[in-house]
């Protein structure tokens, strides 16, 4: 079994950075898919950004293109998400997920979750 803790979360006025981070135990992340997903209250959790276990292909939700880059470090059992260019409607619960078994951009498909990190975006 995987326990994923994520940390990094806080506030942040917008055009700023984060740096998010997924700690792993219980088992290597390594040459699983890792994943990044987050969810406002009242909304679904969506799709954020996803990771070959390989550390090759990366994928990322259409609104963080180019202002989020997700990597991993095989050494340290951890997955990254490096936010620049905030946004207010970035403002999310952010959760990290691995090992999915089915489209990687489905909520459903991920067995091993997170708690959460809280990422507030200020004018």
């Known amino acids: 079994q995987v326990q994923l803790v994520e940390s990094g979360g806080g506030l942040v006025q917008a055009g700023g950075s984060l740096r998010l981070s997924c700690a792993a135990s219980g088992r290597a992340l390594a040459g699983y898919f890792a994943a990044w997903f987050r969810q406002t209250p009242g909304k679904e959790r969506e799709f954020v950004a996803a990771?070959?276990?390989?550390?090759?292909?990366?994928y990322y939700a259409d609104s963080v293109k180019g202002r989020f880059t997700i990597s991993r470090d095989n050494a340290k059992n951890s997955v990254y998400l490096q936010m620049t260019s905030l946004k207010i409607e970035d403002t999310a619960v952010y959760y990290c997920?691995?090992?999915?078994?089915?489209?990687?951009?489905?909520?459903?498909?991920?067995?091993?979750w997170g708690q959460g990190t809280q990422v507030a975006v200020s004018s």
């Open positions: 997920a691995a090992e999915p078994r089915g489209a990687i951009r489905m909520v459903d498909a991920y067995r091993h």
């Open positions: 990771l070959a276990g390989s550390g090759g292909s990366t």
